[in-house]
Nanobody, 120 residues
Framework: VQLVESGGALVQPGGSLRLSCAAS????????MGWVRQAPGKGLEWVSG????????RYAGSVQGRFTISRDNAINTLHLQMNSLKPEDTAMYYC??????????????RGQGTQVTVSS
């Protein structure tokens, strides 16, 4: 299993970013996928999940209405569109592969992460 994130950057409050995760080494459509994040000095926080065919999505309350998770199964890629970013969204964002084909499972694999910093 290989998960490679990209798209992190420094952005001003209120701005937008789109994270991507290129997945390989497993049957992409057979597993739910998601994003977790870790802010400086804090533990891992589940952000969002999506099932294998992309029809079911789930979000943490802190990002509901601002973030959108999606997947392109033709190219084995997961996305996270982040709008109205806040300083508290600053964190390392990790792409994760769930243990089953759901939108809220525990995960079995995690990428190396991409840094998102929201600051003026």
């Amino acid at each position: 299993v290989q998960l490679v994130e990209s798209g992190g950057a420094l952005v001003q409050p209120g701005g937008s970013l789109r994270l991507s995760c290129a997945a390989s080494g497993f049957s992409f459509t057979s597993y739910g996928m998601g994003w977790v994040r870790q802010a400086p000095g804090k533990g891992l926080e589940w952000v969002s999940g999506i099932n294998g065919d992309g029809r079911i999505t789930r979000y943490a309350g802190s990002v509901q209405g601002r973030f959108t998770i999606s997947r392109d199964n033709a190219i084995n890629t997961l996305h996270l569109q982040m709008n109205s970013l806040k300083p508290e969204d600053t964190a390392m964002y990790y792409c994760v592969k769930f243990r089953s084909n759901t939108a809220t499972s525990s995960y079995s694999s995690r990428g190396q992460g991409t840094q998102v910093t929201v600051s003026s």
